[in-house]
Nanobody, 124 residues
Framework: VQLQASGGGLVQAGGSLLLSCTAS????????LAWFRQGLGKEREFVAA????????YYADSVKGRFSVSRANILNTGYLQMNSLEPEDTAVYYC??????????????????WGQGTLVTVSS
């Protein structure tokens, strides 16, 4: 499976961006899709996750209520809608996928396939 993330860019604080992650290859029924981010000089951190089959989602506390994760299975594409962006959200955002067991995993090591990352910059 290969992942292609897109949609990053420069936005003012309070603005919105929609990130996309398109997968090529076979997505198994047990697969989950996750978004992680890494700010400059920081460790990569979990942002949100969703199962490719099913509606279960999970969010980091820092983005809960502002970000929304979804997927369009027919397109093999996942999305991360980011609203009310803050300068602290500035980071390279990565999507990841792989076979996972419930509950939705939040560790990098739980995901086998990774996209190349897309940069989100939020200006104050």
């Amino acid at each position: 499976v290969q992942l292609q993330a897109s949609g990053g860019g420069l936005v003012q604080a309070g603005g919105s961006l929609l990130l996309s992650c398109t997968a090529s290859g076979r997505i198994g029924s047990s697969y989950s899709l996750a978004w992680f981010r890494q700010g400059l000089g920081k460790e990569r951190e979990f942002v949100a996750a969703i199962r490719w089959s099913g509606a279960t989602t999970y969010y980091a506390d820092s983005v809960k209520g502002r970000f929304s994760v979804s997927r369009a299975n027919i397109l093999n594409t996942g999305y991360l809608q980011m609203n009310s962006l803050e300068p602290e959200d500035t980071a390279v955002y990565y999507c990841a996928t792989g076979p996972t067991l419930p509950p939705l995993p939040r560790r990098e090591s739980d995901y086998v396939y990774w996209g190349q990352g897309t940069l989100v910059t939020v200006s104050s």
